[in-house]
């Protein structure tokens, strides 16, 4: 066996994953088909449920001192939505999947690992044991696991054949990464009465210190082939039809086409071979959930990999990477299309679709719709199962950063262990023989009992007795 799991692509979610997996222990491969990491911005924004996790990993710091990363406002299907504080205690961040990208690669080298680049998959073959992965070059590796992290055009799901249904893509709309010059839009969304549209969300600075921003296009007319390059002109058209001569293009530093393809894979696992990211699902980029989405399918799968290696996982617990991640999964999809439909994505100006938008943008000032809708979309809405545990608020939900004196309970996670808040010392008993994979803490602390899975997830709360869920959740003790 050459390593305990191979990842099969080098964006977001594979370092991420990387990152967990290196944080758990267990030997990992980093492949990528690229030759050289890409210099294209891409996504554009991280929200609050992914600081949380980069936050518990110690991660969160480091990254937003890499350059200038304004906090960008959330919106749904372009209606603003001021996050509250109390429920979104990390405000979202525009930091353009680049600079995510080059600060794990960074991050992962200094603890001695390095993507592989220049390795295309070719051939795969699963047994009992383990995975085979065959490249273009004639090399193999044999690993216990396999991670496919290789995009929306997965070579790995090709070659498993797993099934992706959805929708295909209809349109296209035109994302640019540019500089302008002229009065500032006051609002992110802006529509014309014919039916074209922009959207601005801030992405820094450049070198130079110079404001970019990510604009999008759509509207009548302006759904081209993907494959046609987008022009400097076109985007000055783009402008000059929603805002006038009032803004105007001084830099276009990268521009691509972008579908509302909607598919998803019907199984994230497969044997000893699992899906994430835009391997598994991909949607219309709308509120970046694309690369968030992917990151967090990362952190929900890593420690559970980690077990795996070393040999204390539960029967079960690689079957709850699927049970867990494919409904948060659809979720982003159904909000995907119906942001579409109420942004009128095609510049249809359909006077139902009209209505509906302006009544849901009424609906959309009230503080409980906001929170609904900023939960949405921050990815703090995610509540997964929790089998044998008792209804309690918390359960299934991300842990609070709560401040427990010394420490925060984010602080607590950064070792990518199990931690089981004590306040009164109740428990050591029940947790001890987990002591090699739970740590715990928060004694004398004034917080509620609750135990806490690596990825921050809440799997137990109360006052009952904690072992069944260590034994749910950790395995049996050695």
Known sequence: MDTDVLIVGAGPT????????????????????????????????????????????GLLEPLLATGDHPVATGHFAGIPLPLQAERHCLPWRSVPQVVIEGFFERHLAAHGLHARRGHELVGLAQDDDGVTAAFADGTALRSRYLVAADGAHSTVRSLLRAEFPGEPGTLTIVAADVRLGGSDPSTAHTWSEDGHWAALFPLGTDPRGRQLRRLVLGGPGRSLPREVPVTEDEIRDGLRTVFGTRVELLELRYARRITNASRQVEQYRHGRVFLAGDAAHVHLPLGAQGMNTGMQDAFNLGWKLGAAAHGWAPGNLLDTYHAERHPAGAAVLRNVRAQSLLMDWAGTRDPEVLATREIFTAMAQLPQAQ????????????????????????????????DLGPDRV???????????????????????????????????????????????????????DPEAALRHWFGEPH
């Open 14 to 57: 594979g370092m991420t994953l990387a990152n967990e997996l290196l944080l758990a222990g267990v030997s990992t491969v980093l492949v990528d088909r690229l030759a050289r990491r890409s210099d294209l911005s891409r996504a554009g924004g991280v929200q609050s449920r992914t600081l949380e996790a980069l936050d518990q990993r």
């Open 371 to 402: 929170g609904y809708l900023g939960d949405l979309m921050s990815g703090m809405a995610v509540r997964y199962p929790m089998p044998g545990t008792t209804s309690h608020q918390l359960v299934g939900r991300p842990v609070p950063d709560l």
């Open 410 to 464: 984010h602080e607590l996670l950064r070792f990518g262990r199990g931690v089981l808040l004590d306040p009164a010392d109740r428990f050591a008993e029940a947790a001890g023989p987990w002591a090699d994979r739970v740590d715990r803490a928060g004694k004398g602390a004034g917080v509620e009992p609750m135990l806490i899975r690596p990825d921050g997830y809440v799997c137990w709360a109360g006052a009952d």
